[in-house]
């Protein structure tokens, strides 16, 4: 088997990559699972819990830096040298991450802080409302980037500051995404990171990876800003959620309805 590009797998990405040719991938944008207990259905940040997807999978703790290095080791063998990846993770887990990317002989690029529009209240420490994302390549000499894509050089806002200079800031201010009424997965990365990092880190017809696929966001936003897209998921119900998405080339799916023909009904019997 030769994993094809512009298809997702409904499989282990440690598996999946395997079947990805050596130094064919250009761009690596993943959030792997938490291994915290992350409470999947819980309702916080405004959720409805019937809106959730079943099925998220967590990484035990003591597993996690040696899952960490398994799966890293294979996008090292699969990442070309002008290629990078974004890796984003909480704080929890960041220890396993960064030692997993020296090891394996990364290089780290940015250590980049998304900072969002909220976080769990707390009574008791300090409000988390921010996501690590580490930016590594293999060949740093060769790591393509492009500084210009979405802001001219010499472009200035009203107050005369850099646009170009703002965006390339090391803390990103991008709100997380609301889907109210519409299916979703726990977990999802907005559209406006995955664009930004696009558009810095990969040109038109690159071929894109997301070992952990989720919801499909990085394969979605990857064929809209077109560029070839390949992913892995373990949960079926993620995996038919995102499949759904991109063969319906749709960004959101709305929430399933109920048959209102047998509701009538038992709306009838129950006045009757």
């Known amino acids: 088997m030769k994993a094809e590009l512009n298809k997702i797998y409904n499989m282990g990405c440690v598996e999946g990559m395997k079947f990805i040719p050596d130094n064919t991938i250009d761009l690596v944008i993943t959030d792997p699972p938490f291994a915290i207990e992350f409470k999947a259905k819980r ?5 409805t819990e019937a809106n959730v997807l ?8 003591k597993q996690y830096y040696d899952f960490t290095v398994q799966w ?3 996008v090292y063998r699969i990442l070309n040298d002008s290629g990078s990846m974004y890796i984003f993770s909480g704080w ?3 220890k396993d991450i960064l030692v997993a990317i020296d090891e394996l002989g990364f290089i780290t ?3 980049i802080i998304w900072k969002y529009q909220f976080g769990v209240v707390t009574k008791r420490k300090f409000v988390t409302s921010h996501y690590h994302c580490l930016y590594v390549c293999k060949n740093d000499e060769k790591r393509k980037f492009f500084p210009y894509e979405r802001f001219e050089k010499n472009l200035r806002d009203v107050c005369g500051r ?15 995404e609301y889907w109210n009424g519409d299916q979703k997965t726990p977990t999802k990365l907005p559209a ?15 071929a894109v990876l997301d070992p952990f696929l989720g919801s499909g ?9 077109h560029r070839r897209y390949i992913g892995f998921e373990v949960v079926k119900e993620y995996y038919e959620f995102a499949k759904e998405r991109l063969e319906k080339n749709t960004y959101r799916i709305k929430e399933k309805k109920k048959n209102y023909f047998e509701e009538g009904d038992l709306f009838c019997n129950l006045k009757g």
């Open 72 to 74: 890293m080791k294979q």
């Open 109 to 111: 690029v940015n250590h």
């Open 92 to 94: 929890n887990n960041l």
């Open 162 to 176: 850099s646009l170009h200079y703002e965006d390339k800031e090391d803390v990103w201010y991008i709100k997380r």
């Open 43 to 47: 309702s916080n940040y405004n959720r």
């Open 217 to 225: 966001q990085v394969a979605v936003v990857s064929r809209m800003m």
């Open 192 to 206: 406006e990171l995955i664009r930004k990092i696009l558009t810095y880190s990969s040109k038109e017809n690159d």
């Open 54 to 61: 079943e099925g998220y999978r967590e990484i035990p703790k």
